[in-house]
């Protein structure tokens, strides 16, 4: 297979070859033109628990050496805390308001473009290959020949490894070409049970007693609080070991599946992208998961973008990015038209695979527009990040929502709707975001409001929220999002 793939990989290359201009600038303009892409998403993985991120617990090898040899967006965050509104925008590079994809049922709509449809029509074969039983919708596998679900339960750990074995063996099954490979993993999601070897070397108070998210935290979180359960409790400290153990377990997998292309002969010419669709909180605002904020320990994830020869290695850009430029970087860096007017991604890099220009004319939006919790908006603008909620449920409110979910299903909040909750970060002075100053920084508040606002109204979309389904409300109710 090795050497049908190699020979298939040089008659195509000589063929697209034979179709550029007769001229010899063209080629060294577009040295990713025609590259392979693999875009690997890590369910729930905050950037700050990895090493190339700062984190001190060896835990990502093998993502540090990816980041080593590549690109790493230092200030990159998801838009959303949900996977399905975060993935939908990673594929469309629409943030919610635009696309109509919100809410538990998120989907890319049939009047968005997709990125594995745009690269398939361009010549590359697809596949999509994941653990995560939630992006089963056909709006989230449009454009992909092969597609792999490989769970039909949900909460299903160490599975790692046969994502990676799958999207390998996907790879020798797409026929001679490029190709753009999807491969998401489920963990380091809840309920944190990783493989023994990883526990053994990683968990620490393994006397403690387990607690899990769903089963144990979300529903009687207060009891637990009052019991002292916290940063440096033997518990809490558990369960944010048994979190690293998962992202070991994952980081193992991605080893394997990028060492499997290296056998393969491909990955000289194969750009690889890693990112997470959000991150997950540990009580940094009062309360455990995620989709119910925007707050960094929700958004903040790793963008890496590595390509052999090509890209600068081992650079760090300080630049605000986010998972909604990916799609309209992919594009450009192929050399396919990114048409980025109709979305809201902005090109990462030049088509020449140097970082493009920050202007700083781009801040950061992110949207969680899930109707059953939160209704939130972010603008990060320098220093500066505003939080806006239309609808907001504090800490001590929130298991009575998921309990009491069935009776606000039919509930929606308006784009337009009046704000109820409004803070203030200065991100310099207080990157944890737990100073508001909102109250005392009256103009600043003013500016990033209408500037929020403004974007608002650009980008409101008529095409309404899709409507949540039977099985998708069963299967949210198995991963513990819904009782």
Not at 165 to 174: E, G, I, K, N, Y
Not at 452 to 474: F, G, H, K, Q, Y
Request: charged share 20%; proline share 7%; glycine share 6%.
């Amino acid at each position: 297979m090795q050497r049908r793939r190699k020979s298939a990989t040089c008659i195509c290359l000589l063929f697209a070859m034979a179709s550029l201009p007769a001229c010899h600038s063209c080629a060294p303009s577009l040295p990713l033109r025609r590259h392979n892409v693999v875009l690997i998403v890590v369910d729930t993985l905050r950037a700050d628990h990895l090493g190339c991120y700062g984190y001190g617990r060896p835990v990502s090898p093998a993502i540090d050496a990816l980041a080593a040899n590549g690109v790493l967006f230092a200030q990159s965050r998801s838009i959303s805390s949900y996977t399905r509104e975060s993935i939908a925008a990673l594929f469309t590079g629409a943030l919610p308001s635009r696309s109509g994809a919100s809410g538990w049922n998120a989907t890319p709509g049939d009047h968005t473009a997709v990125l594995a449809a745009r690269l398939q029509s361009s010549g590359y074969h697809t596949a999509f290959v994941t653990n995560t039983n939630l992006l089963t919708d056909p709006g989230f596998t449009r454009g992909f020949e092969i597609v792999r679900q490989l769970e039909s339960a949900w909460g299903v750990s160490r599975t790692s490894g046969r994502v990676a074995s799958a999207a390998l063996d996907a790879v020798t099954q797409l026929a001679p070409g490029p190709f753009f490979l999807y491969a998401h993993f489920l963990d380091p999601h809840a309920p944190y049970d990783p493989p023994a070897d990883l526990r053994s070397r990683f968990v620490t108070h393994r006397d403690a007693p387990e607690v899990e998210v769903y089963r144990d935290l979300r529903p009687q979180l207060g009891l637990f609080l009052q019991q002292g359960f916290g940063p440096g409790e033997a518990r809490y400290e558990q369960m944010v070991s048994r979190y690293d153990a998962e992202i070991a377990d994952t980081d193992r997998a991605i080893a394997a599946l990028l060492a499997g292309l290296e056998r393969l002969g491909l990955r000289n010419d194969t750009l690889v992208i890693l990112t997470a669709d959000h991150g997950e909180e540990f009580l940094e605002h009062g309360f455990i998961e995620h989709a119910w904020t925007l707050y960094d320990e929700s958004v903040r994830v790793p963008l890496i973008f590595a390509a052999p020869e090509t890209l600068p290695r081992g650079s760090r850009s300080q630049r605000q990015a986010s998972t909604v430029d990916v799609a309209t970087t992919v594009l450009a860096l192929l050399g396919l038209d990114p048409d980025a007017a109709s979305g809201d991604g902005n090109a990462l890099f030049e088509p020449s695979g140097i970082l493009a220009p920050d202007k700083g004319q781009h801040p950061y939006v992110g949207e969680l527009r899930v109707a059953q919790r939160n209704v939130v908006r972010a603008l990060a603008s320098g220093r500066w990040k505003y939080l806006a909620a239309q609808r907001w449920l504090a800490p001590d409110e929130r298991t009575a929502a998921v309990q009491d979910q069935d009776s606000r299903a039919a509930e929606a909040i308006a784009p337009n709707a009046p704000l109820v909750r409004e803070e203030l970060y200065d991100l310099d002075s207080d990157p944890g975001e737990h100073h508001d100053l909102a109250p005392q920084s009256p103009p600043i508040l003013e500016t990033m409001r209408k500037q929020l606002a403004s974007w608002a109204a650009a980008v409101a979309s008529t095409t309404p929220p899709p409507t949540i389904n039977a099985a998708d409300r069963e299967r949210l109710r198995a991963l513990g999002y819904v009782e």
